[in-house]
């Protein structure tokens, strides 16, 4: 099994930032993916950003230029610095890893794994 914990919500007046972290542990033989969604109320999960096994930042077109995705390998931890807060960015945050793990038996498979979520909230 694997684990995916978030870190970093918060409270944060509009321009400006916050840091989140997301730390993947676990039975994990590799990653193939790690990146950061976020729900609004009412509204669908949407891709914040997200970093391939070959280092492929993707970043919704909402954050491009404010958001920066960034990781560290040897820790299992992806960081999303979020500069320039609007009120649109306040929503929960999750954290998702698609990881190579193995089961039990000895059986190895990939999977997606949701962390629990942290809540960003952008007003004055």
């Known amino acids: 099994q694997v684990q995916a914990v978030e870190s970093g919500g918060g409270l944060v007046q509009p321009g400006g930032s916050l840091r989140l972290s997301c730390v993947a542990s676990?039975?994990?033989?590799?990653?193939?993916?790690m990146g950061w969604y976020r729900q609004a109320p009412g509204k669908e999960r949407e891709l914040v950003a997200s970093?391939?096994?070959?280092?492929?930042?993707n970043y919704g077109d909402s954050v491009k230029g404010r958001f920066t995705l960034s990781r560290d390998n040897a820790k299992n931890t992806v960081y999303l610095q979020m500069n320039n807060l609007k009120p649109e960015d306040t929503a929960v945050y999750y954290c998702?890893?698609?990881?190579?793990?193995?089961?039990?038996?000895?059986?190895?498979?990939?999977?997606?794994?949701w962390g629990q979520g942290t809540q960003v909230t952008v007003s004055s």
């Open positions: 676990g039975r994990i033989i590799s990653i193939n993916s």
């Open positions: 998702k890893t698609v990881a190579i793990t193995r089961s039990s038996t000895g059986y190895s498979y990939t999977a997606n794994y």
């Open positions: 970093i391939s096994r070959d280092d492929a930042i």
